[in-house]
């Protein structure tokens, strides 16, 4: 991987933070397993598929990760790592200072709440982003799986200092104890019968929304990149300590959790402070899901320019053949 472009100027205002985890690693997968089964660690509405290794799984997506952001964003100030007592191989510190890249590990994360590490969820570790060491006022938050496939601007994220959100109104629905244990029910169905994981992501979504004041309907995101004001959660969770302190006690995803992501994004709709855009320009490719029919077709939509932003969910059982391809694309 090359240097940055140091011909181009780099954002003073905005970074971005990527949050990753080896989870081929023997001994994070020893100190993960010590609290699979632990009484002390079970919580009551533990996500029955937040323990479900192939979400520690590392298929090389950080790679392919830092090299879209490197080709296609050089404008950013710098690149916050989040990880756990864990380095990239390729990422040595001569490349670190090259391409400006920080580790964060989780306990500097959760200084002072270190009775929480250490902890497997990452509802649990965005709740904590607001307090990276020396992060710029905005920054673009990217699970390791997310890719930028064009080139964009900051104003692709931030415009006058609003963050563009991209997504769709959708209706709030509750969920009542029947229908958790249906959606229980149906999470156990589909991994074991069908092979897919869900991870009750709209409901995490939908409860960012009510803790933010939405109550019959809220602003549904895709799995795209997404920009955040620092000190909209600042704000927020210093006036809201409790709210901080509940949600990092989960070492693995439980639906009684609310995402930071989601939360900032309806602080900011309801402060009238965010600007609204579809998402048709992004797409994801998902190996429990898409067949070899529409993982052409979303690759051909790539290779035409048609999308922006690609999430890449389950590499693992995705055909090689396209798995190639994909990679190729950013060689």
């Known amino acids: ?13 905005i970074d971005i933070v990527i949050t990753w985890v080896d989870g081929n690693e023997e001994r994070y997968i020893e100190k993960r397993n010590r609290y699979f089964n632990g009484s002390e660690e079970v919580k009551e509405n533990d996500l029955l598929t937040g323990k479900d290794k192939t979400r520690f799984l590392d298929n090389g997506e950080i790679y392919c990760c830092l090299q879209s952001i490197h080709k296609y964003a050089p404008w950013v100030r710098k690149i916050h790592l989040i990880t756990d007592d864990q380095v990239p191989s390729f990422l040595t510190p001569e490349m670190q200072k090259k391409l400006r890249i920080s580790i964060v590990d989780h306990t500097t994360l959760f200084e002072s ?11 649990t570790i965005e709740t904590a982003l607001w307090r990276i060491p020396d992060l710029a006022p905005s920054f673009i938050y990217f699970n390791d799986d997310f890719f930028l496939v064009q080139p964009v601007e900051p104003h692709d994220f931030f415009k006058e200092g609003k963050p563009v959100l991209r997504g769709r109104w959708a209706k709030m629905r509750h969920y009542g104890l029947f229908r958790m244990k249906l959606n229980n029910l149906f999470n156990y169905i589909s991994k074991n019968i069908l092979g897919i994981t869900r991870s009750m992501h709209l409901l995490q979504q939908m409860r960012s929304a009510c803790l933010a004041g939405f109550k019959k309907k809220y602003f549904l995101s895709p799995h795209v990149p997404h920009p955040i004001r620092t000190a909209t959660l600042k704000h927020f969770f210093e006036a809201n300590v409790d709210a901080f302190e509940k949600n990092i006690v989960y070492k693995f995803r439980n639906t009684d959790q609310f995402s930071a992501v989601f939360l900032a994004h309806h602080l900011e709709i309801k402060n009238q402070n965010a600007l609204l855009e579809d998402d048709s320009n992004a797409i994801m490719i998902h190996g429990e899901m898409d067949f070899f029919v529409t993982i052409r077709w979303k690759l051909n939509k790539m290779k035409k320019k048609k999308v922006h932003f690609l999430c890449l969910q389950g590499a693992e059982r995705i055909r090689k053949k396209y798995l190639d391809q994909i990679k190729g694309y950013f060689e």
């Open 113 to 123: 709440y270190e009775q929480v590490l250490p902890t497997f969820n990452a509802r």
């Open 1 to 13: 991987m090359k240097d940055f472009d140091t011909s181009k100027t780099s954002s003073p205002d």
